[in-house]
């Protein structure tokens, strides 16, 4: 995050807007439709720690508006839905070749009218990284989190970053990343994503969810377009195709109210973000 004349300061921060749409896409085992609206807006604080490390505070908010109809089961449900997170990463080197990557979070997602208590979950991940060659770095560690329907989900991982070529670099942190620069300044960059997505929500108790939650899980492919004419400045888009995506929603007894597959469904997003 941040070019290079900001990694020699010892703080700097970053300002990040998103909004994004999940098209309409019709429920596969189920009648009616889902479409979604997403805005997110982020800042984070970046602290340098010597001799070698630095620590990066943030805190997100969303706002989500799911547009459910014809279910005849849970039409209107997440009208209004809200998302807030708080964050701290630790990037630093331990010795020359080994390095470490730890993040713990907490936060809340929650339906207009639900309780933000009930909607909070917590997440930390930890991954040991080795520098192979001065373009190659993987990393080995595990992700925690607690869920709101179920216990602990525990999974180990693997990353890799490579920079391919001066232009090309491929990572693999939350997700499969192929990215290409125009030009030897990377102003231009266009990007080749997969990812698993997987959000949860905390629903009112005088709603079709009965208080219960509400899970959306898919595997989400996108193309994007970066234009980055500064280290300060970053602008991006990006349309995305879902070959995957599963939506249950459970009571509080955890009754399974609904669950379907969602068809082939397209998205597209737009990304601004500053530094200073």
Do not use: C, K
């Not at 189920?30 to 602290?47: E, R």
């Not at 839905?81 to 708080?86: E, L, V």
């Not at 909070?120 to 993987?138: C, S």
């Not at 492919?221 to 004419?229: D, V």
């Amino acid at each position: 995050m941040g070019g290079a004349p900001f990694a020699s300061r010892t703080f700097f921060g970053q300002i990040r807007y998103t909004p994004s749409a999940l098209f309409r896409g019709d429920f596969d085992q189920a009648d009616g439709s889902i479409a979604v609206l997403h805005h997110d807006v982020s800042g984070t604080l970046v602290i340098a720690l010597p001799p070698r490390g630095r620590l990066n505070l943030a805190v997100s908010r969303d706002w989500h508006r799911y547009r459910i109809r014809d279910t005849g089961v849970i039409d209107g449900l997440l009208d209004e839905a809200y998302s807030i997170q708080f964050a701290a990463v630790y990037m630093g080197r331990l010795t020359d070749e080994w390095g470490l990557f730890a993040l713990a979070s907490v936060g809340s997602s929650y339906e207009q009218g639900a309780s933000r208590s009930d909607g909070q979950a917590e997440a930390a991940t930890v991954l040991f990284q080795y520098q192979w060659t001065d373009n190659l770095q993987a990393g080995l560690g595990g992700f925690v989190s607690s869920r709101m329907d179920e216990s602990y989900l525990i999974i180990p991982g693997a990353t890799i970053n490579w920079d391919i070529t001066d232009r090309w670099n491929f990572r693999t942190m939350r997700g499969l990343h192929l990215s290409y620069a125009f030009d030897p300044q990377r102003h231009w960059r266009i990007a080749l994503n997969n990812e698993y997505i997987s959000r949860y929500f905390r629903l009112r108790e005088d709603g079709p969810g009965a208080g219960g939650v509400f899970r959306s899980r898919g595997i989400v492919s996108t193309l994007a377009l970066l234009y980055q004419p500064n280290p300060g400045i970053m602008m991006g888009a990006e349309v995305g195709y879902s070959p995957w995506r599963n939506i249950r929603v459970r009571d509080r007894d955890d009754q399974t109210v609904f669950e379907s597959r969602v068809r082939d469904s397209l998205s597209a997003a737009f990304t601004a973000s500053i530094t200073f």
